[in-house]
């Protein structure tokens, strides 16, 4: 790092104007603080005085050239970018930004299966034709993990007219894929690599964690920094390097998807986060790390219970793995995930960030305390003597994950003429809409392709097993296009 991490320009500024006492004739309507309410009572006044908009002196965040530029080259600088861009919207955000900037309409992009929603959105938004890698399929933990180099290598060579390859760094479940080699096989074939890495924006600075992207050679990645590294929820980085990216294009897709009007508090944390995990992250991510190993072998002693650590998912065949989280294997006590994270909840006060079918997932940051993770430990050890001695027969995968054959583009399904049907009526129909498990958010069906009986089975699993199930339809109906009235457009008649 090149740079004076001491600096804080964009929060320091805002903190100066929100002690100013500047007369404000300008939004917020709530005036820095002088409309009284609930929230403001209970947070304080301050958290309104720092929720300026854009006034005189802290810059523009659709065209930063003061102190959102001074902090957006602190980022880069503390990520080994070349350009770091702050984003308001997640990574949601930036996994839109990154494609909808690289892909036109009808041009190809290889992604993984087992995305992101917002990746789904891009295709819609953009056009693009997906090229889907069929990911890992974790039969025991009956889940979709990395991608195998030799199937992304077989996807590129197939598709050598792809404009990119998205990149999951890591997945959900904190395993990653051989990033490095994939980035020097597309560069080869002269694509760009976009990484979804809202999961991995601590990966920098430590040598214990997964290679981070710009390290890997990627040309794009976006980072949720409030996941992992500390920033306030929503605030996301997307950082570029390499002649690669056409920043003129970038800016003007990521300014056609912000608000005008970004939140001042949302830029300040990511300004503060990152100074604090530049200076504290690289000995307290090794303390996490050895917290975390503790743990899983705590709950190794746990009967019923299974903590899977790096050795795990080395085994098969993940390139790397974040020890930050935790995966608990519930399953051989016949209990769901889903029932676990419910338990824990109302039981012993814990929230989990994921539960699955056979397992749950915690995840730890530099803010994690050994009393979180024993809360953890002592919450399991009831659990499992409460459990255990019903034996009850353990759950056994149902889940096919036949992923589904796509008959049409996203975007043509989405603008498509559509009919509403019940659901378990819809075998061989084309969706219309995304159905989405949340968490972890991962589609199951996508707009253009084919239902099948498989992903309705999976579907009433998940339903059954108390998942939320996001879409835009009624519960218990989808929508899909209207054969009748589509008309089949020719391809020529619609981008
Ligand atoms: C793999 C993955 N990518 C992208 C996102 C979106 O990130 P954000 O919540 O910052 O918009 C998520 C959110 O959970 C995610 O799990």
């Not at 790092?1 to 320091?12: E, G, I, S, V």
């Not at 805002?14 to 404000?24: P, T």
Request: proline share 5%.
């Amino acid at each position: 790092m090149k740079k004076d991490h001491n600096l804080t320009p964009f929060y320091t500024k805002l903190k100066e104007y929100a002690l100013s006492d500047v007369v404000s004739h300008d939004v917020p309507g709530h005036k820095l603080g002088h409309i009284p309410n609930d929230l403001m009572d209970f947070a304080g006044n301050k958290l309104y005085q720092l929720d300026a908009n854009a006034p005189r002196g802290l810059d523009n965040l659709n065209r930063p050239s003061g102190v959102i530029l001074e902090a957006t080259e602190l980022m880069a600088d503390a990520f080994g970018a070349e350009k770091a861009y702050f984003l308001t919207g997640g990574t949601t955000m930036g996994i839109l930004s990154m494609i909808m900037s690289t892909c036109r309409a009808k041009e190809k992009i290889i992604l993984p299966r087992n995305v992101h929603k917002s990746a789904i959105n891009a295709l819609i938004l953009s056009g693009a034709v997906p090229i889907f890698v069929k990911p890992y399929i974790d039969q025991e933990l009956g889940i979709a993990n990395h991608m195998d180099y030799e199937e992304v290598k077989k996807a590129i060579e197939d598709n050598p007219d792809a404009m990119g390859v998205l990149v999951i760094n890591p997945t959900y479940f904190g395993v990653t894929s051989d990033l490095e080699k994939i980035v020097n096989l597309a560069h080869e074939y002269d694509m760009k690599v976009m990484v979804d890495e809202a999961h991995g924006s601590h990966f920098p600075f430590s040598e214990r964690l997964p290679i981070g992207s710009m390290e890997a050679g990627a040309d794009l990645a976006s980072c949720s920094l409030h996941k992992t590294v500390g920033s306030l929820t929503q605030s996301s980085i997307l950082i570029a390097q390499g002649p690669m990216v056409d920043h003129v294009r970038l800016r003007s897709t990521i300014n056609m998807i912000q608000s005008t009007s970004p939140s001042g508090l949302l830029l300040a944390s990511l300004d503060v986060a990152r100074k604090s995990m530049v200076f504290q992250g690289p000995e307290k991510l090794i303390k996490v790390i050895e917290m975390a190993d503790k743990t899983r072998e705590q709950i190794n002693e746990i009967p019923g219970l299974k903590a899977l650590g790096k050795a795990y998912f080395l085994s098969r065949n993940a390139f790397d793995y974040d020890e930050t989280k935790i995966i608990v294997k519930v399953s051989d006590l016949g209990l769901t995930g889903f029932d676990v994270y419910k338990e824990l909840f109302d039981e012993h006060h814990i929230q989990l960030e994921l539960a699955e079918t056979h397992l749950i997932l915690a995840v730890l940051s530099i803010g994690t305390t050994q009393k979180d993770l024993d809360a953890l430990v002592v919450a399991l050890k009831k659990l499992s003597d409460t459990y255990m001695p019903m034996e009850l027969e353990a759950i056994v995968p149902k889940i096919k994950y036949s992923y589904p054959e796509a008959y049409t583009r996203p975007r043509e399904a989405y603008h498509a003429p559509k009919k509403y049907m019940p659901i378990n009526q819809a075998v061989d129909e084309i969706a219309a809409e995304s159905i989405m498990i949340y968490p972890p958010g991962i589609p199951i069906v996508i707009p253009g392709e084919v239902i099948s009986q498989d992903i309705l089975d999976d579907l009433d699993f998940y339903q059954r097993s108390g998942s939320i199930i996001l879409s835009d339809t009624e519960s218990g109906y989808i929508k899909v296009i209207d054969k009748e009235y589509w008309m089949k457009w020719s391809e020529d008649d619609n981008e």
